[in-house]
């Protein structure tokens, strides 16, 4: 499968734990964006990486949310604390050029539910 | 920052009808992508449009870039049950990094 892949599918947490989600691109891209979605909305963009380089985070809050893309290995978006707000699925995306008018792929996406 | 407003927000129609929707933008875009998203799904690209004026197909969808730039058009034609989703329209946000989305065109198909 040469798509984008994220893992896991279905993440439980409990308020004040963390939640790590993991992404990786498609083969051959190394431009990865994260979205979050809540129920009934269209997707808002979170953060931009390539490679070792966080490109654009303006989308994502300040505080208990951080993003990497190592040089070997998926990349992660980690909530710390989690709380019940944070509950939504979150995906991924790569692309093979780093704008908005280059086709971006979507993963499955993690569905996160804080209890 | 830029405003995606697609209509409509639903739809219930009957197989084999045929399906339009749109979305408007406030600025002026260079690319417009349609995607749809199946439940418990992440969204899938069904058309990228680069051009004003360009229409493209893809089977029964066809996806116009409107003169203006500032809106597209997504049409399915005789539709199906598996056409029952959600379906975004998308441009590039200021950054020019991401993807502004609108809040989509759920659609429902009767048998």
């Known amino acids: 499968n040469a798509g984008v892949m994220q893992n896991p599918r279905h993440l439980v947490r409990r308020r004040g734990q963390e939640a790590r989600l993991r992404c990786s691109p498609m083969k051959g891209h190394s431009h990865v964006y994260w979205y979050r979605q809540l129920p009934e909305e269209g997707l808002k963009f979170m953060v931009y990486?390539?490679?070792?380089?966080?490109?654009?985070e303006s989308g994502m809050p300040k505080e208990r949310f951080s993003a990497e893309f190592p040089k070997e290995g998926p990349s992660i978006l980690r909530i710390q604390q989690v709380v019940r707000g944070d509950s939504a699925a979150y995906f991924c995306a790569s692309s093979l050029l780093g704008d908005g008018n280059t086709e971006a792929f979507f993963g499955q996406g993690t569905r996160l539910t804080v209890v | 920052g830029q405003q995606l407003n697609q209509s409509p927000q639903s739809m219930f129609i009957q197989e084999g009808e045929d399906v339009s929707m749109n979305c408007t933008s406030s600025?002026?875009?260079?690319?417009w992508l349609w995607y749809k998203q199946d439940p418990g799904e992440g969204p899938v690209l069904l058309i990228a449009?680069?051009?004003?004026?360009e229409l493209t197909s893809n089977g029964r969808l066809t996806a116009q870039f409107g003169i203006t730039r500032k809106d597209s058009f997504l049409n399915i034609s005789a539709s199906i049950p598996s056409d029952v989703g959600i379906y975004f329209c998308?441009?590039?946000?200021?950054?020019?990094?991401?993807?502004?989305f609108g809040k989509g065109t759920s659609l429902l198909v009767t048998p």
């Open positions: 998308a441009g590039p946000s200021n950054s020019g990094y991401a993807l502004n």
């Open positions: 600025s002026i875009f260079n690319t």
């Open positions: 449009l680069y051009k004003a004026g």
């Open positions: 990486l390539q490679k070792e380089n966080i490109i654009d």
